[in-house]
């Protein structure tokens, strides 16, 4: 029984660490922005190349390999859709690619920043007995 009292103690340990939750915000940020950019590709990219293609939509942009029969669905390769999604996935590189630009740019300046200079030895025990003495003949 103490074997998974310490598993569920390390499995605890595990998940309270900042770099997990970090990855979990990562991961929910990501999600979302990959719905922004799927709409941004569904909903304004692909109609304005659909306008430039005269009036052709992505999603009619296939290749029918069996017409459909009855209750039967035809059979397609719908490279339109493939398209779109390669788009997509562009563009959700070029926002990770520049993200990464910026936080490796912070960085750099981070780095190059001056340090605060380093604080002057103690003096040597020499020093202190002759500043004493320095002291002790100024006063008499």
């Known amino acids: 029984m103490k074997k998974?009292?310490?598993f569920i103690a390390?499995?605890?340990t595990f998940i309270a660490r900042g770099n997990v939750m970090d990855m979990a915000v990562g991961v929910i940020i990501g999600?979302?922005?990959g719905k922004i950019s799927t709409s941004l590709v569904n909903d304004i990219i692909m109609p304005l190349i659909s306008m430039l293609t005269g009036g052709i939509s992505f999603d009619d942009w296939k290749i029918v390999l069996k017409e459909a029969v009855g209750d039967t669905a035809?059979?397609?390769v719908n490279?339109?859709?493939?398209?779109?999604t390669i788009l997509d996935f562009l563009i959700i590189a070029f926002a990770v690619f520049c993200m990464i630009k910026a936080i490796n740019a912070f960085h750099r300046k981070k780095?190059?920043?001056p340090?605060?200079?380093?604080?002057?030895?103690?003096?040597?025990n020499e020093e202190v007995l002759l500043t004493e003495i320095r002291d002790l003949l100024k006063n008499k």
């Open 4 to 6: 998974s009292s310490g």
């Open 10 to 12: 390390e499995f605890k």
């Open 31 to 33: 999600g979302a922005f």
């Open 74 to 76: 035809a059979v397609s």
């Open 79 to 84: 490279y339109g859709t493939f398209l779109a």
């Open 111 to 113: 780095e190059e920043a």
């Open 115 to 124: 340090a605060e200079p380093p604080a002057p030895p103690a003096p040597s």
